[in-house]
Each structure stands twice: as structure tokens, then as C-alpha cells.
């Protein structure tokens, strides 16, 4: 971040991607004029896409927003689930996965081998960190499997692959009002991890309705009560800080 009385320029680096934010153009071109002479690069203009995210702006409205549509369309063809059902959830009802489901012999393991189930959580968390918290959840859970990964494991996350053909649309919408309002919130499950008995925290941060922070995991500890994994969520949100 770069500073010179009212105006105020942002620059985010990833490798050799730069996207810069400001509020004074000719602040901007000042510094895109330094960092020409310094460095080779070449200006692209206003940004459309940024490491696969495609940003939309509403001017009338104040708004910008952020889609991985294409990239979602490139992971879904990846692996061959471009023609298939679309999903309604993320997690179906009902469903409960753990470690008895997991591959037992030999053989079982090398037919799992050539799955793509690393690659596939891989793929469906860049989008769950980006721009997707409502797969937060899913991920966590599908996550803990892919050391030995079984038969079920592999459906569920089939099955968050045809909720995100679904959805593949959505996008989070950032904006509107001037005064910036931060909302929070947090939850806990009870006693949901079949295999070993541990709670699950959820929480997410709103910066004026538009989501900037988000998490789902396996809490640390047992408790005993609803009561002490809501205690838990809250004072594990807490410890670990939301920067925002």
C-alpha cells in the first residue's frame, strides 16, 4: 500500500501478476511510471482477470464482483463432470464419511490409485478460497481421506463438483453503501466426526453483505456438550485472528 495525502494506491502482487487499486489516477500513473522504469512489464489496462478470477463492476451501483465461472468450467471438464447431474448441495443429507470407508486391501488401494482425488480437492479449494465459502464445509470433510481415499469419499466430492456445475455462476458482489459495516459469525456442530468424535467450527466475516473471510475445520479437542463447541468456535475464531 502506497499513501500521499488523500490518495491511497494498492498494489497486489502474485509472481509476475501485479494488480493495482486506487483512488486518484494520477496517483496511479505515478506509480506505474516508477515501476516501468524500474522493471520490464507491460500495462494490460483495466483488469478482467486476475489468477483465474473474473471481476465484474457495476459503476452505477458501486459495486464490483468476483466469478470463477470459466476457471469452474475448465475444472469440470478436467474431470470428465462437464456432461454430468447437476448438484443441489454441496453435502447431501445424510451422508456420513469416515475411516471404515476407507480402501482395506491391496487391491482395493490400486484401483483408488488412479483416481484423482488429491487433484480434485486441489482444484475445487483454489475456488473454495477465492470466491466459493458455501464448499468450505465440504472440503473439510472430504479433505481427511486423501492419504487412503475410498469409493465414498470419491462420490462426495463428485458430488460437490455437480453442485458447483450447478452454481457455477455465482459470484461474491462487493460494494454499495460508503461506510464500511463488518459483520461476523460463527458456529459450531456436536460431536460429528464419526471417527474420532470432534466438533466442527464454522465461521465468516461480511464486509458491507460481500464475504472477505471464511473457514470450516475439525476443532482441536472433544467436548462434552453443544455448549462447550460453541465456546470452542468462538475462542478458536478468536486466537487465530480474521484479518480483513
Not at 37 to 54: H, P, V
Not at 83 to 104: D, E, N, R, Y
Request: aromatic share 10%; proline share 2%; glycine share 8%.
Amino acid at each position: 500500500m502506497k499513501v500521499s495525502g488523500s490518495s491511497v494506491a494498492f498494489l497486489i502482487l502474485y509472481v509476475d501478476d501485479i494488480l493495482l487499486i486506487r483512488n486518484d489516477t494520477e496517483f496511479l500513473n505515478s506509480i506505474k511510471g516508477y515501476l516501468n522504469k524500474n522493471f520490464s512489464m507491460k500495462d494490460l489496462g483495466e483488469a478482467a482477470y486476475i489468477l483465474g478470477i473474473k471481476i465484474y463492476r457495476d459503476r452505477s451501483r458501486r459495486l464490483i464482483g468476483l466469478s470463477q465461472s470459466t476457471y469452474l468450467d475448465k475444472v469440470l471438464k478436467k474431470f470428465n463432470m462437464d456432461q454430468a447431474k447437476k448438484g443441489f448441495l454441496p453435502v447431501l443429507q445424510g451422508v456420513k464419511l469416515s475411516q471404515t470407508q476407507c480402501p482395506t486391501t491391496a487391491e482395493d488401494r490400486e484401483k483408488m490409485k488412479v483416481i484423482p482425488y488429491a487433484s480434485a480437492i486441489g482444484s475445487i479449494m483454489y475456488a473454495m478460497l477465492c470466491t466459493r465459502p458455501d464448499v468450505c464445509l465440504a472440503i473439510s470433510l472430504v479433505g481427511r481421506y486423501q492419504s487412503n481415499p475410498g469409493v465414498d469419499h470419491w462420490t462426495a466430492v463428485k458430488n460437490i463438483l455437480k453442485y458447483l456445475k450447478r452454481t457455477k455462476d455465482m459470484f461474491l458482489v462487493y460494494g454499495g453503501d460508503k461506510e464500511l459495516v463488518v459483520n461476523g459469525y460463527v458456529d459450531a456442530s456436536f460431536d460429528t466426526d464419526p471417527d474420532d468424535s470432534k466438533s466442527q467450527t464454522g465461521h465468516i466475516f461480511l464486509l458491507n453483505g460481500g464475504a472477505v473471510s471464511w473457514c470450516s475445520s475439525k476443532q482441536s479437542v472433544v467436548v462434552g456438550s453443544t455448549c462447550e463447541a460453541e465456546y470452542i468456535a468462538a475462542s478458536e475464531v478468536a486466537n487465530e485472528g480474521v484479518h480483513i
